[in-house]
């Protein structure tokens, strides 16, 4: 069969799934493309790998043979040094996790009980769950095709018909909570809308925070990420660009903010040589030395994987760009992403390929995965305001992400 009858056929609804278990041409062309790439692997290439080749065993074993392992000890001070610098922001303060960082962020942009926060559908986890552990509200917001990330002009005319601003604060008409924050989310490393963003969030005075969790290494305008909103969370996560293992950053240009950070993640602790005295209620949030260790060595060598990382962008787009039916996602105009994952996106009539596509190049050795499910559809998050959440839907139907890790790219 070929493309064109492909398109026709499961344009009809057809499923194209042949009896003897024959693939379509779809599914074998993006095989092949992939297989051209990467070759035949021996064992399953996974979809992000860490890379420990630096300084990582030397900083750890330091920690260790000097017995400082924990939430004290230099390495933390010298990765948040290390990450504001790269990041071109003023202040970095380590964190235990992605999430916790996102935790923080909230707070500290005056989200409280009750209130609403604006925040993607098409997210990880994390970004939904932080707003809950303040027992606020997530209300869902759509997406745009080019960069995934949060629709300004859509959340613009949909905060027009659902809300107001009344003496400074913003207002859902139908719920008559206060709506104050918006959190955007640079999925899979390509940078939001920032600009029409930062519009939207000063027209209906929202507190800006960027979840960068997956930007590290990814600039807007020649600025780097999380520099745009309030606040910003990264993540370290083991299959982040940096890990850590664990860990996460929070990232700020204000110092006051900086400084509540630090205070309210290291257990409200009046600094102090002998006495525990607390002055609020806090959270053991610190990253462990430990971790800032793997982290140190990491970020010294973070050029080197941005570099490979975007090297190997380039080769998937060129190894997609004669198959009809399928896309691969490119940075957006004006922004450098560090292409945390790859992902193609095949064309809305060919979504029911999506998952014999995922089947078979899973079969072939190739980790590939959709995007995670939707907030609004989990269970704990159904009930929660919306708006019209259809291109979420449809890059949910209709995208597949494939390796990405910096060593695939070492040997092209
Ligand atoms: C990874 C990630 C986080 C944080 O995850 P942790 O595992 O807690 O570090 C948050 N938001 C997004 C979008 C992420 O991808």
Known sequence: MTMRETVRAAANGDK?????????????SVVAAVRGLLGSPEKRIALH?????????????????????????SYVDRFERDLAAFAGC???????????????CLILAGVEINDEVLIPTLTFIA????????????HFVDSEMTSLGVDAERLERHLE???????GVCINRSTGRRIRALVVMHVFGHPSDLDALMDVARRWKLT????????????YHGRHTGNFGAIAALSFNGNKVVTTGGGGAILTNDSELARRAKHISTTARIAHEWNFLHDEVGYNYRMPNINAALGCAQLERLPSMVERKRRLAVRYEQAFAGI????????????????????????????????????????????????????????????????????AERIEAQLINLPSSPGLATSL
Request: hydrophobic share 40%.
């Open 16 to 28: 194209m799934q042949t009896p003897s278990g024959q693939v379509s041409d779809l599914t074998a």
């Open 49 to 73: 790998e860490p890379e420990f080749c630096g300084q990582e065993w030397t900083y750890v074993k330091e920690c260790i043979d000097t017995g400082w392992v924990s939430s004290v000890g």
């Open 90 to 104: 003023k202040h970095a303060v380590a964190t235990s996790n992605g999430t916790s960082a996102l935790h923080v």
């Open 127 to 138: 970004t939904a769950n932080a707003v809950s552990y303040i027992r606020a509200v997530p």
């Open 161 to 167: 018909l659902v809300a107001h601003v009344v003496d």
């Open 208 to 219: 800006l925070v960027e979840d960068a969790a997956e930007s590290l290494g990814s600039y």
């Open 324 to 391: 009809n039916g399928v896309r691969f996602l490119r940075e957006p105009r004006g922004t450098s992403s560090n292409y945390w994952l790859n992902a193609i996106m095949l064309d809305n009539e060919l979504a029911s390929h999506r998952d014999e596509l995922l089947g078979a190049l899973n079969q072939a050795g190739f980790m590939s995965r959709p995007v995670w499910t939707l907030m609004h559809k989990l269970p704990m998050y159904s009930e929660c305001p919306r708006m019209d959440l259809e291109v």
